[in-house]
């Protein structure tokens, strides 16, 4: 085997090394041919394995553009790096899921959502301080006996809570817009029309109904059967619960409350011979009118 008393020296990653006791090579004086060329040395265009040098007073090399393997020099003082001032973040104009984070007047989106919070806390309390009443589940009929049941907000807000065997049916939304139906078609007030333009309450067919979905949007609703078969209501689970119909002189009208994000359903007695007027008025409810389109000057 070969074994050369001179081992290349350029190359660190060899394992070759000097035995203990050999003698070292003389360092290699640079000619003065050669020193000007290791003052400022010509940039590397390929793969550089080696040591990069210690910096030194010449003047800073031309940065490479090939790939670089070895150590970085010595960084140089903090003190001459530039100092830079972080940047306002622009405020976003996404959705903002943080509930912590405070509403920018500059984002509308941030404001709504922490409007639905805060009315959402609100309707949550209102519930928290009712009394506990009876569900669907646990009443089959509404009478002079048991006369309140209330429903889950699951059962408040889904699908289409349905009035079969009522002759006629009044409304107020929460904005106030008071309506009124017969299951004839005869109608008085204004119906409440919704995203999907769908009214809130109304007749179909025989049934009376009221979009769960945007129960938000109701206030109350009353029903009135003057028939003399039952009138029942049924959720989208399949619940059911039924009303009496009209007895010794008196009537049973129906009353559907929205408190914050639940319904309640009572059972109201009024005397059988009032009409529908005197029904309404009895109830506060004032039947609103939508001017012409030629009061507007159209």
């Known amino acids: 085997m070969n074994h050369s008393t001179s ?29 000007p060329a290791a003052a400022s040395p010509a940039p590397s265009a390929g793969l550089s394995l080696g ?25 140089q003082p903090a003190a001459a790096m530039p100092q830079s001032r972080p940047s306002q973040a622009a405020p976003t104009a996404g959705l903002v899921l943080g509930g912590g984070a405070p509403a920018s007047s500059s984002n509308p989106r941030a404001r709504m959502l922490a409007a639905q919070r805060e009315k959402s806390k609100r309707e949550d309390h209102e519930v928290g301080l009712l009394f506990p009443a ?10 002079l006996v048991q006369r309140l049941l209330r429903l889950t907000p699951l059962q408040s807000a ?25 299951v004839d078609g005869h109608k008085a007030g204004t119906p409440v029309m919704t995203s999907g333009n769908r009214e809130l309450v109304g ?5 009376a109904l009221i979009t769960l979905r945007h129960v938000r ?8 059967n003057r028939s003399s078969a039952a009138m029942g209501v049924r959720l989208f689970s399949g619940d ?10 008196a009537q049973i009208v129906l009353l559907v409350h929205r408190i914050g994000n639940v319904l309640e359903l009572r ?14 008025q009895e109830f506060d409810f004032t039947m609103t009118h939508q001017a012409p389109s030629s009061a507007y000057g159209r």
Request: charged share 20%.
């Open 240 to 249: 059911t619960v039924a009303l009496p119909p009209a007895a010794d002189g």
């Open 158 to 182: 889904v699908g289409t809570l349905v009035v079969s065997g009522s002759t006629a049916a009044a409304w107020e939304s929460v904005r106030r817009v008071t309506g009124g139906q017969t």
């Open 267 to 280: 059972a109201e007695p009024v005397p059988r011979d009032w009409q529908d007027q005197q029904i309404w």
């Open 51 to 75: 040591r990069p040098s210690a910096p030194t007073t010449a003047p800073a090399a031309a940065p490479s553009s090939g790939l670089t393997l070895g150590r970085p020099a010595s960084a």
């Open 217 to 224: 949007e109701l206030r109350r609703a009353i029903f009135i």
């Open 7 to 35: 081992p290349r020296t350029d190359l660190v990653f060899l394992r070759r090394r000097i035995k203990p006791g050999s003698a070292q090579p003389a360092a290699v004086q640079p000619s003065a041919a050669q020193a």
């Open 134 to 143: 009876p569900r669907i589940e646990d009443v089959y009929e509404l009478n």
């Open 203 to 207: 007749y179909h067919g025989r049934d």
